[in-house]
């Protein structure tokens, strides 16, 4: 195989195997119903969760063991190769009859406040846009802040830029979910009206933030989801950083000084996702908000 056909069908593989991992993760975290991802995978055998093997997919499931699991699909049937995608009729007969049995009848959405946080330069902006931009029926908490716009932001969609004035204010309110200053710098906090109000009407929302923010609303509100974004690798890190030119030399070197603390915080967080490429991070954090839309994203490949 020619070394370019081989490192595509390598990221190729990569891809695929992200893929199926969104959606265990989304089973295990009770956002999706296992009953769907089967439906979904005999719907079209080519999406994600057509190639997830069985076993796979019932050990996502909250509270059964790889042994629990064995003596299942023997129960049902089905050898431990078998994906989900590739079972016959009376396989996937079997199969839907026990996870009703299982599960019931479908339930309401969960609504729930996803928290995507992440180390300085890592793409959180531009994955928020992105999912913005691609997915409507995401709602996006908009946060306030005191630093001054960085070109090409708007007031009111990227963040509400206020004064110190205005700023203190709202803490005297008692408006914020969570409030902070970053880098020594500027303050930032989370507006909590719009969130609460969102999540009493069933929605869904994504809150883009720092890591100091993310422990803020984790003591606030533990049923919220936390989401850590990672960079490729600490190379690609630096390389984002210093590309970008918005600071100094002065202010990158006490950003990555920040990066590197930041990056040591990763296991706190419920779910990791490595921003490789812009649209498949996205496409796992809208699945883990389990939105409407969140189902065609799944079957990009």
Do not use: C
Request: no cysteine.
């Amino acid at each position: 195989m020619p070394d370019v056909d081989r490192a595509a069908a390598g990221r190729a593989a990569i891809a695929a195997r992200r893929a199926r991992a969104a959606v265990k993760q989304a089973v295990h975290h009770r956002l999706r119903r296992a009953l769907d991802v089967a439906e979904t995978a005999w719907a079209d055998p080519t999406t994600p969760e057509g190639s997830l093997r069985v076993r796979e997919l019932l050990t996502s499931i909250p509270g059964i063991g790889a042994t629990r699991v064995a003596r299942i699909m023997a129960e049902l049937g089905i050898a431990d190769a078998k994906r989900v995608g590739g079972l016959g009729s009376r396989q996937r007969e079997r199969l839907r009859e026990w996870l009703e049995a299982r599960e019931g009848a479908p339930s309401r959405p969960v609504s729930r406040l996803v928290v995507l946080a992440g180390p300085t330069a890592v793409g959180k902006g531009t994955v928020s846009t992105y999912i913005r931009d691609h997915y409507p029926d995401v709602l996006l908490s908009v946060s306030a802040t005191t630093r001054a716009p960085r070109p090409g932001e708007v007031d009111g969609e990227h963040y509400y830029f206020v004064t110190d004035e205005d700023f203190d204010a709202m803490i005297e309110r008692g408006d914020f979910l969570e409030y902070a200053t970053v880098h020594n710098a500027s303050r930032y906090g989370t507006p909590r009206p719009p969130i609460d109000a969102a999540l009493a009407q069933g929605r869904s929302v994504l809150l883009e933030i720092d890591l100091q923010g993310a422990r803020a609303v984790r003591a606030a509100m533990p049923e919220a989801l936390l989401v850590f974004l990672l960079p490729p690798s600490w190379e690609e890190l630096v390389r984002r950083l210093t590309g970008r030119g918005t600071e100094d030399a002065a202010e990158q070197s006490r950003r990555l000084d920040t990066a590197r603390i930041e990056l040591a915080a990763q296991d706190e967080f419920d779910v990791k996702v490595v921003n490789r490429d812009v649209g498949r991070a996205a496409q796992e954090v809208v699945e883990l908000l389990a939105v409407p839309g969140a189902p065609s994203a799944r079957t990009r490949s």
